[in-house]
């Protein structure tokens, strides 16, 4: 297990919020190896001190429920380097800070725009042999980007393919992991798994939030690259997949890219966008520090999709985001031809005669100045970093698999470049623009 960890973007949002509390989650659970070193490196010129006190902070306002004793492990195994990617030898002489010998995880918790940057200098630092780079998301911007950022990160990994990880932390959420068991032989739902009894499929994920401050980054990506395409298509490869013949990790990630390679859009004129406008306690998004209405950034997206296999010949796919919502609504909707079994599987809500919901999240939790959000996108970010530091790819979306989901998300965001179909508006805390929910 790699126990050096190159956290790249260690002073930024996602570090803070996720993956220092993701750390820390598995430190408590004995999941991370012993001697684990936390190198974090950003642009700002702090010393090993100055990170410790940001580590410990950060863990405060968003792991205060973690014992103390895991969250003080990680501040004493944190140090500080600091990095400028426009100075490839800042990166390599992090890279060597370490102490002792090994393979590196060098995770990239960076804005998309520097991606190409960050992997071009671990590349040329030299990383030990068995390490790692792992990718955040949005995996590019469009089809021919992605496949320029796989090109960049198997010529700086010497093409090894378990060394390269892009990460979908949606994957290792526990309610989509547990997608799988709905299916399983002699459950409740394992006769129902098909087109025959599922007249649709809905994946939602809205939210209440607006873009809290990230305006500059999201203006730049909008609802489908920022949610849609990576981390509601992932969803869908999980519902809608084949079983895999074995449990192998290699026949998991061929079964998910033989559904990608399924999936249409049949209308793009059917697709929806929409961005909100001022509401009574959140200004308009257009209003927001680094927004440049002229973009038409979309903040609300909704895809019709249809998978083209012998199970699925007749289902209705749709999945759905949007930000400043009226209500945090994130599951899974099972819209079925009959009425749904009066007793539902653990995990499953029966919310009307026809029709189920799976909860995609877990509770939050606050209090005494503590944010806590568990057990969904921290304890995904959890299973994301364990996976990086062992070896494995269950949560890591492949090569193929990354450059397959932007081939029917291509079309739309030309479309949608174009003009078609029309931006829509809602008033924020709305339930969003008007048509079929």
């Known amino acids: 297990m790699i126990s050096r960890l190159l956290l790249l973007g260690a002073t930024g949002d996602l570090a803070g919020r996720f993956l220092l509390p993701a750390l820390a989650e598995s430190l408590a659970a004995g999941r991370l190896p012993a001697g684990l070193q936390l190198l974090g490196a950003a642009e700002q010129d702090w010393d090993d001190a100055r990170f410790a006190e940001h580590v410990a902070t950060r863990l405060r306002e968003h792991a205060g429920d973690l014992p103390a004793t895991a969250r003080q492990a990680l501040v004493d195994a944190a140090r500080y380097r600091r990095v400028d990617l426009a100075e490839p030898d800042t990166v390599a002489a992090a890279v060597t800070a370490f102490t002792g010998t090994g393979p590196v995880a ?21 990383l030990p042999p068995g390490s790692r780079i792992a990718v955040e998301k949005p995996f590019g911007r469009d089809l021919p980007d992605a496949q320029a950022l796989n090109a960049l990160l198997a010529e700086a990994t010497g093409d090894v393919a378990e060394a390269a990880f892009r990460v979908d932390h949606f994957l290792g959420m526990p309610a989509v992991a547990a997608l799988l068991e709905l299916r399983q032989p002699g459950g409740v739902l394992a006769g ?13 994920w809205e939210e209440t939030l607006d873009v809290e401050g990230r305006a500059g980054f999201y203006d730049r990506t909008g609802a489908l690259r920022d949610v849609l395409q990576n981390h509601l298509v992932q969803v869908l490869t999980v519902l809608a997949m084949e079983p895999p013949a074995t449990s192998a990790e290699a026949d998991l990630h061929r079964v998910r890219l033989d559904l990608l390679r399924a999936v249409r859009v049949p209308e793009v004129a059917a697709t929806r966008r929409a961005r909100y406008t001022a509401g009574p306690s959140t ?25 083209d296999t012998p199970r699925w010949a007749g289902t209705r796919f749709v999945l759905r985001t949007g930000k400043a919502l009226a209500t945090d609504r994130k599951h899974v909707a099972l819209h079925l031809r009959a009425p749904a079994p009066a007793e539902c599987p653990p995990g499953v809500e029966r919310v009307a005669e026809d029709r189920l919901h799976v909860p995609l999240d877990g509770a939050r939790q606050a209090g005494a100045g503590v944010a806590v959000h568990a057990p969904g996108e921290r304890s995904a970010y959890s299973a994301v970093l364990t996976d990086v530091l062992s070896g494995s790819s269950r949560t ?32 924020a805390g709305s339930a969003g623009p008007p048509g079929e929910r």
């Open 106 to 126: 060098g995770y990239l918790a960076l804005p998309p725009v520097l991606f190409p940057a960050a992997v071009r200098a671990l590349g040329a630092a030299g």
């Open 396 to 427: 890591a979306v492949s090569a193929a698999e990354a450059e397959e989901a932007w081939r029917f998300v291509d079309p739309v965001l030309r479309a949608w470049a174009g003009g078609e179909p029309p931006l829509l508006e809602h008033p």
């Open 283 to 307: 200004r308009a998004y257009v209003d927001e520090d680094g927004v440049d209405p002229a973009r038409c950034t979309e903040t609300f997206a909704e895809l019709e999709l249809t998978v």
């Open 192 to 204: 129902r798994w098909s087109a025959e009894h599922l007249a649709r499929v809905d994946v939602v």
